[in-house]
């Protein structure tokens, strides 16, 4: 243990004393968060499709989905009314869809007409909670349910929204860029950091001066991310400070988050050591930590979330770790669904456990 | 055979395409400075990772301190310090920071003094806190040589120390390598500089091609295979060649000077007076004794520079 501390000590201090490496691990994720804060949080922003099912057909729901597509986050798409709604979705691979139920005109009728206190209808909210867009569509037909009960009623509830599993908080879209941006940093860091050491310790002949030391490489290893770590839990830290500060980002650091932080740190600084079994010098290195890292951050939802992706590069961000560290983040922060985060802790922990143990037994100090 | 400090027999390195060590003997003894000689791609890089436990050989025996360099390397690290070829320090940390750090990975709990003395060994105190990237080349390899040293190492590794310094540079760092001697350690040095190999070295082995081509003390190699004394008229040029041609006397031109060898140390004094008593234009007259230059040009049939071997 003493050997790990004082690796990751002399390391930290060289890392930190240089400028490059302090303003890409502290600054660069900071300056990302104002610049998609930026971008996201006045009108700009990306829609969402919803899928609506209605099977009352009536003038009444027919304003109930222009008010869902007025909110310019929801783009609305049609259900057949004679299909089966949670057969449609799994078909069709859809994150969200609504059902208007038979009825809906009836009520609205009579709560506008006949000012029937009695009046109510239920429109149910279907989907995957598990997925970041879930929340927003929750967030977007709620908001459209209080318009509509608005102008229906002067907002006394009418029309009501269920969904089973939605999240307890809602979620703003910025609020799904705060993981994102922990995530890419996660990624980036240790991933670019731990590709350039090796190449730089290659050509410098490191490795084999440390192969002379009592150090074994899965110490050496343990210690690159016993710093990491500590360094990603700084700059995640101003992340949320400047994400809350200036944006009014809502997310909060759970102790499932915290774990997934960790597992994702030993998760990619391992991988930037299992790539370092082949790198030989610093542009190897960069090109490929660039190969792997740029596809993977954009892919796996990092900026954007999943749903809005075409069904087959869905399927792709499946087999990318950073998937399952930005979902679980967003599930556990932003949407507040520890039970699904949890599975993607589990899942992150594993590959985490996989990445680490292949550099560590296969990654050679000694020469051929 | 526990006495000796390494002791290697029938070593092997093969690759695919070349053989980096051709089946090499030698021996070391405690406190000896030993060297291995000869220009770049000898194999003296590979011979000396074998016995760090670094590579692993392809056949024959390594043996450190009676314990063997494939199995028992762990035990070697106990005893030996190593300098690595072209050492470069870690940019941003302090050589008492790299010293500090250095002796933790060997599980040496080290005081602030005992690194402070240590960094003092390599004269480097003036230095102590500056960090890497702004030493010298010089202060690199010192620095390198402090990290070396600080298992407390019986034997030490340095493996072309000096290589792309200032010859100024080079001299400080011999007195350093002696002063390791002085201290009671065994030094193993390999270098492509016959001269420093000819300064520090109890003992030399040249390498070439993966083989030993001669083993023996500096004085030893130049007296069993150098020209004995070399008589030099400096800028005599092809007259004076001519000159001593028509009086029957051996002798060859390089760079403008014209040299006549003698073997035989009984005959110098009667030599240099008959070339001297020759009428030539010249600059001087003077004697030179052999070298291990002479001698590698001997055995191996090409001077060398810079550990490259001329054509």
Redesign the interface.
Same mark, same amino acid.
Do not use: I, V
């Given at each position: 243990m003493k050997r790990i501390l004082a690796d990751a000590k002399a390391f930290g201090k060289q890392y930190l004393r240089s400028r490059t490496g302090t303003f890409f691990a502290l600054a660069f994720p900071v300056i990302l968060i104002l610049l998609f804060g930026a971008i996201f949080s006045g009108t700009g922003s990306a829609s969402l499709a919803i899928y609506v099912q209605d099977l009352d057909n009536t003038p009444a729901s027919h304003t109930f989905i222009s008010a869902l597509n007025s909110t310019q986050i929801l783009v609305y798409n049609p259900i057949p009314a004679d299909v089966n709604i949670t057969g449609f979705i799994r078909d069709n691979s859809i994150n969200t869809a609504l059902l208007i139920p038979r009825g809906f005109g009836d009520n609205v009728s009579r709560a506008m007409l006949l000012h029937d206190q009695n009046a109510s209808v239920t429109v149910t909210l279907y989907g995957d909670p598990t997925q970041s867009s879930f929340g927003i569509a929750s967030s977007a037909v709620e908001g459209a349910i209080t318009g509509y009960n608005f102008f229906v009623r002067q907002a006394a509830p009418v029309v009501h929204m269920t969904t089973g599993q939605v999240s307890e908080r809602g979620a703003k879209y910025i609020d799904l860029f705060l993981p994102g941006i922990i995530g890419f940093t996660i990624l980036t860091t240790p991933l670019f950091g731990m590709t350039g050491i090796c190449a730089e310790y290659r050509t410098r002949k490191y490795f084999k001066f440390l192969a002379t030391t009592k150090l074994s490489k899965a110490e050496w290893l343990a210690a690159k991310i016993v710093f990491y770590v500590l360094l990603m839990f700084v700059s995640v830290a101003l992340i949320l400070t400047a994400g809350v500060l200036v944006f009014h980002m809502d997310g909060t650091i759970t102790p499932v988050a915290v774990l997934l932080i960790i597992a994702g740190t030993v998760e990619f600084t391992s991988l930037g050591m299992l790539l370092g079994i082949f790198i030989r010098d610093s542009e190897t290195a960069a090109a490929i930590a660039n190969a792997i890292g740029f596809p993977m951050m954009f892919l796996a939802g990092s900026f954007f979330p999943l749903d809005l992706f075409p069904s087959y590069l869905k399927t792709v961000a499946h087999f990318l770790p950073l998937t399952y560290l930005n979902e679980g983040l967003r599930s556990t922060m932003v949407l507040g669904n520890d039970s699904v985060a949890l599975v993607d802790l589990a899942v992150t922990t594993g590959i985490a456990v996989v990445f680490f143990i292949i550099p560590a037994r296969t990654l050679s100090w000694k020469s051929k | 055979m526990t006495d000796l400090a390494i002791e290697v027999r029938g070593l092997r390195k093969e @690759?695919p395409d070349i053989k980096a060590v051709d089946g090499i003997d030698f021996e070391v003894r405690p406190g000896q400075i030993f060297s291995l000689l000869g220009p770049n791609g000898a194999g003296k890089t590979t011979t000396v990772?074998i016995l760090?436990?670094?590579? #692993?050989p392809t056949a024959g025996s390594a043996k450190v301190f009676g314990k063997d360099v494939t199995k028992e390397y762990?035990h070697i690290?106990e005893r030996?310090?190593?300098l690595?070829? #072209?050492?470069?320090p870690? #940019?941003?940390?302090t050589p008492t920071?790299?010293v500090g @750090?250095?002796s933790?990975?060997? #599980?040496r709990k080290i005081a602030e003094e005992e690194v402070a003395k240590n960094i003092e060994t390599v004269g480097l105190t003036s230095r102590a806190n500056t960090?890497g990237i702004h030493l010298s080349g010089g202060e690199k390899r010192r620095l390198g040589i402090a990290?070396a040293l600080v298992g407390n190492p019986d034997l030490v590794f340095l493996d072309e120390p000096t290589t792309g310094l200032d010859p100024g540079a080079r001299r400080e760092l011999w007195g350093l390598i002696r002063s390791l001697q002085t201290a009671g350690k065994t030094v193993l040095l390999t270098t492509h500089y016959l001269d420093e190999a000819e300064q520090l070295a109890d003992d030399v082995a040249i390498m070439n091609k993966g083989r030993i081509v001669a083993r023996g003390s500096p004085e030893e190699l130049i007296t069993r295979y150098g020209h004995g004394t070399t008589i030099v008229l400096a800028g005599a040029g092809q007259a004076g060649y001519d000159a001593l041609q028509a009086r029957g006397i051996a002798a060859t031109v390089e760079n403008g000077n014209v040299l006549v060898h003698v073997d035989d140390p009984s005959l110098v004094r009667w030599t240099l007076a008959k070339v001297a008593s020759i009428e030539m234009p010249l600059k001087e007259i003077y004697t030179r004794r052999s070298t291990l230059e002479d001698v590698f040009l001997r055995l191996i049939g090409s001077r060398m520079k810079e550990g490259v071997l001329a054509e």
């Open positions: - | @690759y990772e760090e436990g670094l590579r #692993d762990r690290r030996g310090g190593a690595p070829q #072209d050492f470069e870690f #940019d941003r940390l920071e790299a @750090y250095w933790a990975l060997f #599980d960090q990290m």
